[in-house]
């Protein structure tokens, strides 16, 4: 069975540096905001291109301890994509505030920027483009409108470590950013993780005291804050993985070449590719007519596809109470019933690929 992502061959790959972080870590007698988890911060800050990396908890807590740093509370509204995971949309209802559905471009997925400037209201606060995918969004023209707006703009880079807009890394690109580091991404901890980036010191200061029970000196409380804290086990596994993440980034971007040469000719929309941008192929997701035939069929040659994401939020139970009927947002419900990833990774052989596309071509049938 081709695995859709295989977690263990990157321990095969780099394990003995990991034990060595592990056991650094073991012997140090610190476990929470030491030196490793400052170590990480620097070296991830600096990868960004950015002056200021906070580690936390997992990726939604990025999200939601940066828009409270921007001063997001109830009565607000905050523009997120109709079709994303659903963490970004929960952060902003975590802060009180209200998720409004910006529908993305239909070829790349991406939140569609020329939709953004009718869905700002006198309550709007912030917009939250998402590089999905591993694609990064279209932001120049996102930052214009926040501008004009005085709105900042957050970035959920959650799936793009190391992508390029125009050459620069994403990360660094609008007031702040949110990753995660939950072991499936493309920088993955053995467990949850996640940071914030930002040139903003005042940000910065801000979630340094937000992930710390509201504290900068110990048992001083300045606000109602959380406990959301990168531990220096994940920071020193990390570490390490930084190290391997541009080879690895390389390599997923062989195989999306393969996948985007040999597939083209198929019944099957492929990812679109602007030419600003320098995807990092987190997912590499096609649209199908027929998309559980083919994923059944897919499974019964021993490969492993997903779908990202099966109900957009607005149709989630989870949303029933914003009364977004089914219809509204009729491009992210459609990719939803459309989408399928195919299986891609670090250390997934080209052989695999090859199968992967000889695979599709006979089941959509089209040689
Ligand atoms: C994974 C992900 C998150 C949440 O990260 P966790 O670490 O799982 O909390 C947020 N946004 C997007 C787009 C993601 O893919």
């Known amino acids: 069975m081709i695995p859709f992502l295989d977690l263990a061959a990157a321990h095969a790959e780099i394990g003995r540096e990991i034990e060595e972080a592990i056991h650094r870590v073991l012997e140090s007698g610190s476990y929470i905001l030491g030196r490793e988890l400052e170590a990480f911060e620097a070296d991830f800050a600096d990868y960004c291109g950015a002056k200021f990396c906070i580690g936390v908890g997992n990726g939604l807590d990025a999200l939601h301890l940066s828009l409270l740093a921007l001063g997001i509370g109830p009565g607000d509204e905050v523009i997120v994509p109709s079709n994303t995971f659903i963490a970004t949309w929960l952060a902003v209802s975590q802060c009180g ?20 400037e009718e869905a ?27 501008d004009h707006h005085g709105l900042p703009v957050l970035e959920d880079a959650a799936q793009s470590h190391g992508a390029r807009y125009r050459g620069r890394r994403v990360g660094s690109l609008g007031d702040a950013a949110a990753w995660s580091f939950y072991p499936g991404k493309n920088l993955g901890a053995l467990g949850d993780g996640g940071a914030v980036t930002t040139n903003n010191s005042a940000i910065a200061e801000r979630l340094r005291v937000l ?15 959380t406990n959301s804290r990168l531990d220096s086990l994940q920071a020193a596994i990390l570490r390490v ?5 541009d080879r690895w980034n390389e390599h997923r971007k062989v195989l999306a070449n393969l996948y985007l040469r040999e ?10 590719v602007p030419e600003w941008a320098d995807p990092v192929w987190h ?19 021993g490969i492993t596809s997903l779908i990202h994401y099966p109900i957009p939020p607005h149709m989630q139970q989870a949303y029933t109470d914003l009364g977004i009927p089914q219809g509204t947002l009729p491009i992210a419900e ?25 695979t599709l071509a006979t089941i959509l049938d089209d040689r």
């Open 97 to 116: 505030a209200v998720p409004v559905p910006v529908e993305p471009n239909a070829a790349t997925h991406n939140i569609d920027p020329s939709l953004i």
């Open 120 to 146: 700002v209201t006198t309550r709007t606060r912030c917009i939250i483009p998402v590089h999905l995918y591993g694609q990064p969004a279209d932001i120049d023209p996102i930052l214009a409108i926040a």
């Open 211 to 225: 992930r710390n029970y509201g504290s900068r000196t110990k048992y001083v409380n300045e606000v109602r804050g």
């Open 241 to 245: 993985k930084l190290r391997n993440l």
């Open 263 to 272: 597939l083209g000719h198929l019944k099957a929309a492929l990812p679109a």
């Open 283 to 301: 997912l590499f997701v096609v649209g199908l007519d027929e998309r559980e035939r083919v994923q059944k069929k897919l499974h019964e040659a």
């Open 334 to 358: 459609d990719l939803a019933n459309r989408v399928l990833s195919l299986p891609l990774g670090p250390h997934m052989n080209l052989a695999d690929g090859q199968y992967v596309c000889q």
